[in-house]
């Protein structure tokens, strides 16, 4: 079946320094893909929409300028968390869209990324 | 979008059939519902999906009335693999997913 990738799948960065998180599609195209963040024992939380050459929309509390969406291709986005806090130490997830050749309308999602800012 | 209501826990043993209702009230005409499983620090990954009626695989059942307001999701003798968060969730192909609290299953021996 269709492969979402993400890297890296755990980063450690330093505070004040900049992360950036990438979140493929393997098999298929995504005009969409969507970012979530996941706090140790809670659900996922959805962050922002990212669209294939457009602007990304976020979703009500998450800092635009903090999280930087770029959707530069069919198959590629990127999350930039800019001068990371230790409250960013975080699990990523991506997903995207099944496309067209999938029997079911579901969404594919990657393996995460764990964030930890120290 | 549709919200959704699971329980937050529940407890199985080995080889014990287990169902998890899913309450969507305001499901819309166009809406899929759809479960996925998930492991800890690893992404939700696709279970079943249904629009009405049941719909089985090789891994579980789905079975939804006919007002659509509510889901089973049916998992035939569960195995200690089977802990995990299941997630219900609501909504169109291509729409972003509201995650509900899930459900976290606990399967003892």
């Known amino acids: 079946g269709a492969v979402v990738s993400q890297h890296p799948s755990w980063v450690i960065c330093k505070s004040g320094t900049s992360v950036k998180i990438e979140c493929r599609s393997l098999d298929f195209q995504a005009t969409t893909m969507f970012w979530y963040r996941q706090f140790p024992k809670q659900s996922l939380m959805l962050m922002a929409t990212?669209?294939?050459?457009?602007?990304?929309?976020?979703e009500q509390g998450v800092e635009k300028d903090k999280f930087l969406i770029n959707h530069a291709s069919l198959t590629l986005s990127t999350l930039t968390v800019t001068s990371a806090h230790p409250e960013d130490s975080s699990f990523y997830i991506c997903s995207a869209p099944a496309g067209p050749a999938s029997i079911n309308y579901e969404q594919y999602f990657g393996p995460g990324t764990r964030l930890t800012v120290t | 979008l549709a919200k959704t209501t699971q329980p937050i826990s529940m407890d199985s043993y080995e080889g014990q059939e287990v169902n998890i209702t899913c309450s969507h009230n305001?499901?819309?005409?166009?809406?899929?519902i759809t479960w996925y499983q998930q492991f800890p620090s690893q992404g939700p990954r696709f279970i079943i999906q249904g629009y009405k009626t049941k719909v089985t695989n090789e891994v579980a059942s789905l079975f939804i009335p006919a007002d659509r307001k509510s889901s089973t999701l049916s998992l035939p003798r569960v195995s200690l693999s089977d802990t995990a968060v299941y997630y219900c969730l609501v909504g169109e192909s291509t729409d972003k997913l509201i995650f509900g609290t899930g459900t976290r299953l606990q399967v003892f021996p």
């Open positions: 305001n499901i819309a005409t166009n809406d899929y």
């Open positions: 990212s669209n294939e050459g457009s602007k990304a929309t976020y």
